[in-house]
């Protein structure tokens, strides 16, 4: 017996930005021994096929889907029009350096402390209350900004 694996993917773009929808299929088949040359390769032709077009049906019946063509050979995949421009988004609104430090920045900085210093985060926090009258409970994000910048060394 020679056993014969093959196996289709296709690769699409999604409806998001930077997203993509995969659909596969695999089977494998046992044939007899005495396959060889041509009739192994037809073997291979039809089962690759038949997996192909069921991949395209599973395409092509996605509920909600849009309806694309898959590539043939090695045609390169291009997104769909989209239906209409997607909302431009606003650009955050630029931070005044004001705001509490974000909980990424108390650990970095910590961190940072702690390799610096070679403290725990207790002494750490105990060092910065008195050499720095700094809080990490109260500190801005400018404040954490400068002060991770100040154990960088920039």
């Not at 909600?64 to 650009?91: C, F, L, Q």
């Amino acid at each position: 017996m020679i056993k014969l694996c093959a196996s289709y993917g296709l690769k699409m773009p999604a409806r998001h930005e930077y997203s993509s929808e995969s659909f596969h299929a695999s089977a494998e088949v046992e044939l007899p021994g005495n396959t060889q040359g041509q009739e192994l390769k037809a073997a291979l032709h039809s089962l690759w096929s038949d997996l192909k077009a069921a991949v395209i049906q599973q395409h092509g019946s996605g509920a909600g889907r849009p309806s694309r063509t898959p590539p043939v050979g090695n045609e390169p995949v291009s997104a769909p029009a989209p239906a209409e421009a997607p909302a431009r988004r606003e650009p955050a609104s630029r931070s005044t350096g004001t705001e509490p430090a974000s909980k990424k920045q108390i650990g970095f900085l910590l961190a940072l402390a702690r390799r610096k210093r070679n403290q725990s985060a207790e002494q750490v926090r105990t060092w910065l209350q008195a050499e720095r009258r700094q809080n990490l409970n109260t500190l801005s994000k400018a404040d954490a900004a400068a002060l991770i910048d100040e154990f960088n060394g920039n």
